[in-house]
């Protein structure tokens, strides 16, 4: 049975950053895509960053050069550095996985998700 765990979230202010762990258990290591989305209130869940097993990354354009997706497959653990927070980066963050590659970040495509963890921004 695969079991996503998140850690991590917080509340910072505007321009600080955080580091969300997820940590797994009864997944492989190989073969599979990860990924991280988020859900702020009143709107629809999107994807944030996504790495595979062959170590390819994808990001939101809202993201990118201020989020880092990384994984430690020796601890099960997905990783994402968020630096220079903004506002709009609270939600709730969620990371998410599924059998085989993929290079989407659309939500049906991810089998597994864990139960989230709150990342609050303040201005």
């Known amino acids: 049975q695969v079991q996503l765990a998140e850690s991590g979230g917080g509340s910072v202010q505007g321009g600080g950053s955080l580091r969300l762990s997820c940590v797994t258990s009864g997944y492989p290591s190989s073969g599979n895509s990860m990924a991280w989305f988020r859900q702020a209130p009143g709107k629809e869940r999107e994807g944030v960053a996504l790495?595979?097993?062959?170590?390819?990354?994808k990001y939101a354009d809202s993201v990118k050069g201020r989020f880092t997706i990384s994984k430690d497959n020796n601890k099960n653990t997905l990783y994402l550095q968020m630096n220079s927070l903004k506002p709009e980066d609270t939600g709730m963050y969620y990371c998410a996985a599924r059998d085989g590659w993929t290079l989407s970040l659309r939500e049906s495509v991810y089998n597994y998700w864990g139960q989230g963890t709150q990342v609050t921004v303040s201005s």
């Open positions: 790495m595979n097993s062959l170590n390819t990354t």
